[in-house]
T-cell receptor, first 111, second 115 residues
Framework: DAKTTQPTSMDCAEGRAANLPCNHS???????VYWYRQIHSQGPQYIIH???NNETNEMASLIITEDRKSSTLILPHATLRDTAVYYC????????????FGGGTRLMVKP | NAGVMQNPRHLVRRRGQEARLRCSPM?????VYWYRQLPEEGLKFMVY????????ESGMPKERFSAEFPKEGPSILRIQQVVRGDSAAYFC?????????????FGEGSRLTVL
């Protein structure tokens, strides 16, 4: 699976959009981009995933660059409850059964 | 629809004792995954099971750790002769199909403390 690079930490003002970048410059054509988050002391929570098209759901939007070498997770109106570690993971649909979690980005939403 | 249920949420054991962690997947899910998170570290895959079968145990320590997912009942992660280094949060996840086609749903974890 391709390696991902994320900033260690980010701050965001409450009510503003949180834009979390992820670099996956070695991604292969059949690898999906997954985003999960882990709020303190809780289990990880699935957010969204995509292959090449931008995706949106009730939680967030995922913007994938045309060359697929990077992506951005957007939380449109961050709340204090969005404070968490956000993990960007790339995985091919035929590459085993585990998700490999890296260090993630620690997002702190501030009032 | 209840989510992934793990118990106990907290478990304290002395060195040398056994720890058993249980995981009931979401209704309709037959794929179970166990992950371990050491203090201040990321999640590490341990094992992937389907009913009555271990599919991938590449992340399991070679000794003292075992997992099962019987035809009836929850999945069990068993740690024999625990040591202090086993202190961690153990998360179970389930899916309705192999992860390559969908998302994982995680439980709230079982936190093991070894004295």
């Amino acid at each position: 699976d391709a390696k991902t690079t994320q900033p260690t930490s980010m701050d965001c003002a409450e009510g503003r959009a949180a834009n979390l970048p992820c670099n996956h410059s070695t991604i292969s054509g059949n690898e999906y981009v997954y985003w999960y988050r882990q709020i303190h002391s809780q289990g990880p929570q699935y957010i969204i995933h995509g292959l090449k098209n931008n995706e949106t759901n009730e939680m967030a939007s995922l913007i994938i660059t045309e060359d697929r070498k990077s992506s951005t997770l957007i939380l449109p109106h961050a709340t204090l409850r969005d404070t968490a570690v956000y993990y960007c993971i790339v995985k091919a649909d035929n590459a085993g059964n585990m998700l490999t979690f890296g260090g993630g980005t620690r997002l702190m939403v501030k009032p | 629809n209840a989510g992934v249920m793990q118990n106990p949420r907290h478990l304290v054991r002395r060195r040398g004792q056994e720890a058993r962690l249980r995981c009931s997947p979401m209704k309709g899910h037959s794929h179970v995954y166990w992950y371990r998170q050491l203090p201040e570290e990321g999640l590490k895959f341990m094992v992937y099971l389907q009913k009555e079968n271990i599919i991938d145990e590449s992340g399991m320590p070679k000794e003292r750790f075992s997992a099962e997912f019987p035809k009836e009942g929850p999945s069990i992660l068993r740690i024999q002769q625990v040591v202090r280094g086993d202190s961690a949060a153990y998360f179970c996840a389930s899916s309705s199909a192999p992860i390559n086609t969908g998302e994982l749903f995680f439980g709230e974890g079982s936190r093991l403390t070894v004295l």
